[in-house]
């Protein structure tokens, strides 16, 4: 199995999608912002407020520099921003987890966990900026991926399975 990166916006479920497709293909699922902030020994929201975004972007690009080089055989869920590297398809087969911003906003909110969820992700804080920056990135997504998933009403465990039998994972 090629390694399968899952891209789309903040909060659409990448991470739990990752986990699901991992348990059902019997690779491992690791997650590019784990992996930065493992690095960095801080977390995201930490990385933005005292270095800023382009910094940021550049522990992105020198995660997936590595993750070329050593990964095979994964699930790999991204941050919102991932898309951007110049190497995705040479890591991986891009799966693009799509769904409306109202959706996925809807999704957080619902969510348990929901404030910690919004605190996670620095880009939400606003909810105007992050729709217009869901707007400008759901083309860049789909420039980006091999194959788009619709992931509205449906389970992580139903995703995984349309994921492995749509694509030959």
Excluded at 82 to 100: C, E, G, H, P, R
Excluded at 139 to 144: D, S
């Amino acid at each position: 199995m090629k390694n399968i990166i899952l891209v789309g916006f903040m909060g659409v479920g990448k991470g739990t999608v990752a986990r699901a497709l991992a348990k059902e293909s019997g690779a491992y699922a690791i997650d590019t912002d784990d992996m930065i902030e493992s690095l960095e020994n801080r977390r995201i929201k930490d990385i933005f407020i005292e270095d800023g975004e382009a910094y940021f972007r550049d522990l992105e690009k020198k995660t997936a520099k590595w993750l070329e080089k050593n990964v095979s055989n994964a699930i790999i869920s991204t941050g919102g921003g991932f898309y951007k590297v110049k190497n995705l398809n040479k890591i991986a087969k891009v799966i693009l987890l799509d769904a409306s911003f109202e959706y996925i906003y809807q999704q957080i909110l619902d969510h348990p966990n929901a404030k910690r969820k919004l605190a996670k992700r620095p880009l939400f804080q606003d909810i105007k900026k992050a729709k217009a920056l869901y707007k400008e990135r759901i083309p860049l997504y789909k420039g980006v991926a091999d194959a788009v998933i619709m992931i509205e009403g449906k389970s992580p465990e139903k995703i995984a399975k349309e994921i492995l039998k749509s694509h030959s994972c």
